[in-house]
């Protein structure tokens, strides 16, 4: 197992002086009076809470890099010489017809009014952290004319400069929420769609209400966590006028910007920042049901669940009450998770592991369907970048999982495509880009399928990071067409279980997925004494 040092990493911008570490407490084994740093320890002596925390604030996304004992490379995918699965009615298997750009990636959730994907992934909560205000458009339009899924995270309405509060503090207006839904509406063809995700904070202002009335969305999804800390969502701010209006709203707001001592440090340069923090929920079977039931009457055609890294016991709530609540999807995402802010050390210490949770999911969504109970739509997130990890979770979860959630994965893209164009513009593209071309049609595979779409008029409203999201989709769907045709699966509901093995006995025991040696085992003997 590599060495992990947790009093240094390149998040929070650490670093241990010494070659040597403690293995549990990160620190140097000679440490040394006079020592110019840069581990943890020492930086927290004059910047203190601001550790607690990955940074630049707004410039970059952190996930948690702990080496856990199994993860989903553990699992590897079966492949098979015969056989076809999901063809067309009345097509033949025959090499002509199980060539793999046949395999259709599509898929579709929701209890009875489905909303169809053409790749089964769709995007992470993109809520209120500057990443996803400044980079909206390019999220946005990718993941429209990608045909997947864009979540709109918690907070939106609630951190808008401009947004309007009624008498009794409900929303009557939130600029920034419009601009994001308008967005991704804009290029939207049919497949996929935007939903708006709401913490306790969101349901207080009325959140759910403005942005049906408004926009006449059909899906609103409720949300207990997520797979990168247990605790409310975070951001920062650096204006102190900000943290008391953002505090006058009514959230939490530390350190107390009313505060004469944090108001003194702020002008003087040593308080740069504050933080506001949205509250936890509390949960209870008769308030989910009263939230589902109050959320339909207002209008909304499908609910759906987000829920994070907690105890089995909170999945198994998620996973029930979800059943009896027929909700539409309920999206269950592991540690470590990623994301734009969350403290540090809970990333990379708190929740249960993505192949853990996701395994556990797995068993009580076949115990309910074993006694005749319908479960609602499932999808998994938690780490997921590649074709492989897609089809992999589509298999372990299978048949209740219908896509993946991917966050940090799906944003990159966006920003290297938005920093392309910046490149362009500066005349200082880098030659692991410059090698391709001068120019976006010569960069971009993908620049004229796009243009194809849109219209060349419209082109030019396309900015570079939607073409890097769409192409990064690409990818993803033709890997995955790969994998599925080399497994036999010419559609994603005819993956399963038996489609994966696991490459340690420990693995095996955690997923229920036959150890390597042990699986079709028994079929190879039949052959062998036929």
């Known amino acids: 197992m590599n060495l992990k040092r947790p009093n240094s990493n390149d998040a929070t911008r650490t670093a241990n002086r010494s070659r040597d570490v403690v293995p549990m407490s990160g620190l140097c084994s000679r440490c040394i009076d006079g020592c110019t740093g840069n581990c943890e320890v020492f930086k927290a002596t004059f910047r203190g809470r601001e550790l607690i925390y990955p940074g630049p604030f707004g410039e970059i996304t952190a996930g948690g890099d702990k080496d856990y004992p199994i993860d989903y490379s553990h699992l590897n995918i079966q492949g098979y010489a015969m056989g076809a699965k999901g063809l067309p009615a009345g097509v033949a298997a025959s090499p002509d017809t199980t060539t793999f750009p046949y395999v259709d990636t599509e898929t579709s959730y929701g209890w009875d009014k489905k909303v169809t994907l053409r790749v089964p992934v769709f995007t992470g909560a993109l809520g209120s952290t500057e990443i996803a205000r400044k980079n909206w458009e390019h999220f946005a339009i990718g993941a429209a004319l990608s045909g ?21 503090g409900k929303v009557v207006s939130a600029p920034d929420m419009d601009r994001r ?25 009325g959140a759910g209400e403005y942005v049906h009335k408004k926009h006449g969305l059909e899906t609103i999804e409720l949300k207990w966590g997520q797979g990168a800390k247990c605790i409310g969502g975070e951001i920062k701010v650096a204006s102190l006028d900000r943290a008391l209006q953002l505090q006058e709203r009514g959230y939490i707001v530390t350190p107390d910007p009313r505060d004469p001592m944090n108001q003194a440090a702020f002008k003087s340069g040593a308080l740069k ?15 989910f049901f009263n939230e589902v039931k109050r959320l339909r009457a207002v209008g909304f055609k499908r609910i759906t669940l987000k829920t994070g890294a907690y105890s089995l016991r909170e999945l198994a709530m998620a996973i029930k009450w979800g059943s009896k609540a027929h909700i539409d999807l309920l999206t ?55 074709e492989d990890g897609i089809f992999k979770a589509l298999a372990l979860g299978a048949p ?63 900015p570079l990071g939607a073409i890097g999201i769409y192409s990064y989709s690409q990818k993803l769907k033709v890997g995955l067409q790969q994998i599925m045709a080399g497994s036999r699966n010419f559609r994603v509901d005819t993956i399963t279980r038996r489609d994966l093995m696991s490459l340690t006995e420990e693995c095996a025991k955690v997923t ?19």
């Open 148 to 168: 997947i899924t864009l979540v709109c995270g918690e907070n939106v309405c609630g951190i808008d400069p401009k947004l309007e509060l009624d008498a009794k």
């Open 181 to 205: 839904i308008e967005v991704y509406r804009r290029y939207h063809d049919g497949y996929g769609e935007i939903l708006v995700q709401m913490n306790v904070e969101d349901t207080r202002l």
């Open 273 to 287: 920042e504050f933080e506001r923090h949205s509250r936890m929920g509390f949960i209870s079977e008769e308030g």
């Open 332 to 386: 269950i995402d592991g540690a470590p998770g990623g994301t734009g802010m969350s403290p540090w050390r809970m990333m990379e210490e708190w929740g249960i592991p993505s192949l853990y949770l996701h395994s556990a999911a797995h068993d009580f969504c076949k115990r309910l369907a074993d006694r005749g109970e319908r479960v609602p739509d499932i999808a998994f997130a938690g780490g997921f970048s590649s």
């Open 400 to 462: 209740y999982v219908k896509a993946i959630c991917m966050g940090r994965a799906m944003m990159i893209p966006g920003f290297v495509g938005k920093n392309i164009a910046k490149w362009l513009q500066d005349g200082k593209l880098p030659n692991t880009v410059s090698q391709f071309g001068s120019t976006p049609e010569e960069i971009f595979v993908c620049y004229e399928e796009v243009k194809k779409m849109v219209g060349a008029d419209e082109m030019k409203n396309i």
């Open 512 to 530: 229920g997925v036959p150890y390597v040696s042990d699986a079709y085992r028994e079929e190879a003997l039949a052959v062998l004494d036929s």
